[in-house]
């Protein structure tokens, strides 16, 4: 496992310091190969041609995907990146291959097709004389450190199309800095948790604009203590709490679909988190995907019986507690006026600032309709519940989730 994650740290490093792709500028190079010279066209994919003219645009044609600038498949114009100043892709193509255009220190314009879908990772990091971007509607993902580290690049369009927005894909960028502001750490594109800019502390609750919390968004916040997710996120990316070594207690909606892999890798101080989708898919290639250290948690895991939490945790030998369900509020298996009677009880106790006496479990089963309050609303639910779940047919009855929606 180990040596598998090392790998591929290694690779990413190696990457954005220029050594391990053909894409980067040998120190002991003079100076690249001029565009007048014979190799100054060839084909870039299956069906894809490029040519560098003496002005210095460099042109791609034709139809579908790039090929990527890795050891097998070597970027065709590595020996002509200092004389590339201009990038026309054609109409046609729909995806822009990894580190292709990394390191084209004189490069100031760049034209996209309303055809392209992806821009990979490491497409045009280091471009250091880029200015502006205009990324067409249609794009849906913009991979890890896309435009990283160019320097001058202060403008940038986005649409509403892109989905996607990998680790770091703009920092470093005065852009990026742009959006910063001082009374909100967050940065949120298109509904992406991207980015945090400063440490938050305490108990925090991401923002209910956010859809999906992106890769590494979050990560190395160390002064966070716990953590509650909105109803609106479906998925948490790959290493997005990473190292926030004072997280304690995490609450996961039953809207979250996915965890990805290493989401609250080495979080230390994790003594519980709460997972409420019973079919949420969690990354289990790893033990890490929620773990202290670098591949033990000590933790407990919660969640509903027979849920994708509890078999998690039954493959990595971690402690399961089974969640009580919504509105049953004393585990007895049913929802009934017993468990109505028990909310209202402890609505008239904190009413008068009197500590309302359930367990951090009772308290999340008792606020059937997620509002954050339980009041007499939330009594009143259940009770409501109850009567239509004593009239049903038994093979027809319906959950507490689905009966709140439906109403």
Not at 21 to 28: E, F, G, I, N, W
Not at 48 to 68: F, I, P, R
Not at 336 to 350: K, P
Not at 357 to 381: C, H, R
Request: proline share 3%; with cysteine.
């Amino acid at each position: 496992m180990k040596a598998k994650r090392m790998t591929a740290m290694t690779l990413g490093a190696a990457i954005l310091s220029g050594m391990f792709l053909p894409t980067a500028v040998p120190a002991h190079n003079l100076r690249y190969a001029s565009a007048a010279d014979s190799s100054n066209s060839g084909t870039c994919g299956k069906d894809l041609t490029w040519k560098l003219d003496s002005k210095g645009t460099l042109t791609v044609s034709g139809t579908g995907k790039m090929d990527e600038a890795l050891d097998r498949t070597p970027c065709p114009w590595k020996d002509l990146k200092d004389d590339i100043k201009k990038v026309v892709i054609g109409k046609g193509v729909t995806s822009i291959g990894m580190g292709m255009f990394s390191y084209c220190n004189n490069l100031t314009s760049l034209s996209l097709p309303s055809t392209l879908k992806n821009i990979d990772t490491y497409s045009f990091v280091g471009c250091k004389s880029l200015t502006s971007v205009v990324i067409p509607n249609g794009v849906t993902n913009i991979g890890s450190s896309a435009f990283l580290r160019c320097e001058k690049l202060s403008s940038i369009t986005i649409p509403k199309s892109v989905t996607y927005i990998g680790a770091l894909a703009f920092l470093d960028t005065p852009w990026f800095e742009s959006q910063k502001s001082i009374d909100d750490p967050f940065i949120i594109i298109n509904g992406l948790l991207v980015y945090v800019y400063y440490d938050l502390s305490g108990d925090v609750v991401i923002p209910s604009s956010v859809n999906k919390i992106c890769d590494q968004a979050v990560e190395r916040r160390s002064e966070i203590t716990s953590l509650t997710i909105p109803e609106t996120v479906t998925e948490i990316g790959f290493n997005a709490f990473l190292s926030c070594s004072s997280l304690k207690t995490v609450t996961i909606p039953a809207s979250v679909k996915e965890i990805k892999q290493q989401a609250f890798f080495k979080c230390e101080s994790l003594e519980e988190i709460y997972i409420f989708n019973p079919e949420c898919k969690i990354c289990d290639s790893w033990a890490t995907t929620i773990s202290n250290t670098d591949e033990d948690f000590s933790g407990v895991i919660k969640g509903y019986k027979g849920s994708t939490a509890e078999k998690y945790a039954e493959k990595f030998g971690y402690t399961f507690k089974e969640l009580a369900k919504l509105g049953d509020i004393n585990s007895d298996e049913l929802i009934n006026a017993i468990d109505a009677s028990s909310v209202l009880a402890y609505y008239a106790r904190i009413s008068t600032d009197k500590d309302g006496g359930y367990t951090v479990d009772q308290e999340l089963a008792a606020d059937v309709n997620n509002d954050g309050a339980i009041n007499a609303i939330d009594a009143s639910l259940i009770l409501s519940y109850y009567a239509y779940a004593s009239t049903a047919d038994k093979g027809d009855i319906i959950s507490l989730e689905n009966y709140i929606k439906k109403k």
